[in-house]
């Protein structure tokens, strides 16, 4: 059975640094890529980053870019995202997702929440 | 990256057909089959019922279809049941990755 199980969130102030894990089963994690996205509370789905299944490529929303890292490592079968500088309006609950190609997203984690307020 | 456009609600009765478009431009919607649509139910993760514009994954019924024409996408939800009330969200490959506003179906 497949599975993601992300984690990680919390509360954290302003300018503060956090990182996600997202540890995935039940596939070949190493022929997929790997997707955050993230739901500010009452609002809808907004894309973060991704990477490409040996790790050589990533892309990142502007709202993101230059604060936000994603890594992975495939002998650990486990994806990450570490978070800089962040801001008020990066609270929202974050979700990693497996990618089956071209931006379909067939997989989610349960979420995990993160909190950025002092 | 602008968000796709979707309404933010939409209402049908049990048994009844809706249809949720989702607009975009030549860059994402119209410019590739790769339009994917998902499910949210409250407080839960969403669900991938939608992909390249028309394939279902396993599993979802074939109550859900979905068709493109031009910049704009639709999801169509035919004989509608309760359960099927939730946040729908369209999803395009383009130069960004780009997500719609969702759209609150109600069932009523």
């Known amino acids: 059975e497949v599975q993601v199980v992300d984690s990680g969130g919390g509360l954290v102030q302003p300018g503060g640094s956090l990182r996600l894990s997202c540890a995935a089963s039940?596939?070949?994690?190493?022929?997929?890529?790997m997707d955050w996205v993230r739901q500010a509370p009452g609002k809808g789905l907004e894309w973060v980053a991704n990477?490409?299944?040996?790790?050589?490529?990533?892309y990142y929303a502007d709202s993101v870019k230059g604060r936000f890292t994603i890594s992975r490592d495939n002998a650990k079968n486990s994806l990450y995202l570490q978070m800089n500088s962040l801001r008020a309006d990066d609270t929202a609950v974050y979700f990693c997702?497996?990618?089956?190609?071209?931006?379909?997203?067939?997989?989610w984690g349960q979420g995990t929440l993160v909190t950025v307020s002092s | 990256q602008s968000a796709l456009t979707q309404p933010p609600s939409a209402s049908g009765s049990p048994g009844q057909s809706v249809t949720i478009s989702c607009t975009g431009t030549?860059?994402?919607?119209?410019?590739?089959?790769?339009v994917s649509w998902y499910q949210q139910h409250p407080g839960k993760a969403p669900k991938l019922i939608i992909y390249?514009?028309?394939k279902r994954p396993s599993g979802v019924p074939d109550r859900f279809s979905g068709s493109k024409s031009g910049n704009t996408a639709s999801l169509t939800v035919s004989g509608l049941q309760a359960e099927d009330e939730a946040d729908y969200y369209c999803?395009?490959?383009?130069?960004?990755?780009?997500f719609g506003g969702g759209t609150k179906l109600t069932v009523l």
């Open positions: 999803a395009s490959f383009g130069g960004s990755r780009v």
């Open positions: 039940g596939f070949t994690f190493g022929r997929f890529w």
């Open positions: 390249e514009v028309s």
């Open positions: 030549s860059s994402d919607v119209g410019g590739y089959n790769f």
């Open positions: 997702a497996r990618n089956r190609g071209w931006f379909s997203l067939d997989f």
């Open positions: 990477i490409k299944e040996d790790g050589t490529e990533e």
